[in-house]
């Protein structure tokens, strides 16, 4: 099958890698004029692990990544408030969790794409996606170029996907309250005593780092801001040095071990679930049709299983029609990630809590949590709809005692 796919991203890459080892000819069309560099790093959970290996892509992933021991959380103040055994989780799941610059899992996936003879074009930026007079969807280019494959994938993303608007109209993505302040922290020596990801709560601030090495370091610092106040200064370096000036290290030491003209700045927005993912032969994948907030720690990995699973709906629907496919493809990824896009919110508006009191119950709550039960409660939910140990059969399950647990992806 000709299958064109918008965005060269994670969800776009993976998907075409899944799809060309079932003998399909995707053609990728990216809108940057070069690999993307945005974003700092991403956790891939084991969920991601088991599709990674799945696709041939695991070993490359470690040679380049980290393997957290543990997360802890912290207040502000440095108070112990409990954590997650990540060793625990990835022996209940089955596979291994990494940590890797967002960069270099894109260099990954775009080496993986070229040995497979996958064509991936930059600089073809979609303009509109129109149907034909025998209601099949056709791109159009801003150069002026159009495709008309046998089926498109829209993986353009959560801001301004083409794919998206042309399947659900106008579904505006939604700011839901603060900043995120992302960085790589580099240095001759460790900034950090150990591989495990630290995660430090305050009133209306958060500021999480992730080691890929004790001395390479990605981050992300965040705070409860209107919309209309979600810029920063000219000099973020000094914003942000000031506002966690009294955090625990390492803290401070990572932020001044980071080019200040490395820093992004992020007003984090979300989408609203979609009841359909498709149109005529449109389907969305990864970010355009399910952007859930960093708090669910989710979002490359689900990009992934969305690779995985669309692979399978189409072996297994082989000889069916698109429609039967994309049906049984919905059936599966709508419910699980509409779930986790709702957790992300509920743990966004806790973890965001301005109100002392409500910091207070939080932070309680998440001391009293029990390790163990919050290793299962992941492994069920993150593992649902996949052949490894500790996946859920069922939402009540999977959603069960995710509560007290707040996630940086």
Not at 147 to 166: H, Q, T, W
Not at 191 to 216: K, N, S, T, Y
Not at 378 to 407: N, Q, T, V
Request: include cysteine; proline fraction near 6%.
């Amino acid at each position: 099958m000709d299958i064109g796919i918008l965005g060269g991203g994670i969800a776009g890459l993976s998907a075409a890698l899944a799809l060309r080892k079932q003998g399909h000819n995707p053609r990728v069309y990216e809108r940057r004029a070069a690999p993307a560099t945005m974003g700092a790093g991403v956790t891939l959970w084991p969920n991601a692990g088991f599709v990674l290996n799945q696709l041939g892509l695991l070993q490359d992933i470690a040679a380049l990544g980290g393997r957290p021991l543990a997360m802890r959380r912290q207040d502000a103040m440095g108070n112990a408030l409990g954590g997650l055994d990540i060793g625990l989780l990835d022996r209940t799941m089955g596979y291994p969790t990494h940590t890797v610059l967002r960069r270099h899992l894109q260099q990954v996936l775009l080496e993986h794409a070229e040995r497979a003879g996958i064509a991936v074009e930059f600089g073809r930026r979609a303009a509109a996606i129109e149907l034909d007079a025998q209601g099949k969807a056709v791109a159009h280019f801003d150069h002026g170029a159009s495709i008309r494959p046998d089926l498109l994938l829209g993986a353009d993303g959560r801001m301004e996907s083409v794919a998206r608007r042309f399947v659900a109209g106008d579904n505006t993505p939604v700011y839901q309250g603060f900043v995120n302040w992302i960085g790589v922290a580099q240095a001759p020596h460790a900034l950090v005593d150990d591989m495990a990801i630290q995660d430090f709560w305050g009133a209306g601030l958060r500021f999480g780092c992730v080691p890929i090495r004790p001395e390479r370091v990605y981050w992300a610092a965040a705070q409860a801001r209107p919309l209309n106040e979600a810029k920063s200064t000219a000099d973020m370096h000094e914003e942000l040095e000031k506002l966690f000036a009294q955090w625990p290290e390492p803290v401070a030491r990572i932020i001044r071990a980071t080019p200040a003209n490395a820093i992004r700045l992020i007003a984090v927005h979300d989408l609203e679930p979609l009841p359909a993912w498709s149109r005529a032969n449109v389907l969305l994948i990864g970010d355009a049709a399910h952007a859930p907030l960093p708090t669910s720690g989710q979002g490359a990995c689900q990009a992934l299983e969305d690779a995985w699973h669309l692979a399978r709906c189409m072996d297994d629907g082989a000889g069916g029609s698109l429609e039967e496919i994309f049906q049984a493809f919905a059936k599966i990824r709508v419910p699980k990630t509409a779930r986790l896009a709702e957790q992300g919110r509920v743990f966004a508006r806790g973890l965001f809590a301005t109100d002392p009191q409500s910091c207070r119950i939080r932070n309680e709550r998440a001391k009293a949590s029990d390790p163990v039960r919050d290793v299962q409660a992941l492994a069920a939910g993150w593992g649902e709809g996949l052949p490894m140990p500790g996946g859920a059969d069922s939402a009540s399950e999977a959603g069960e005692g995710l509560g007290s647990l707040y996630r940086m992806e």
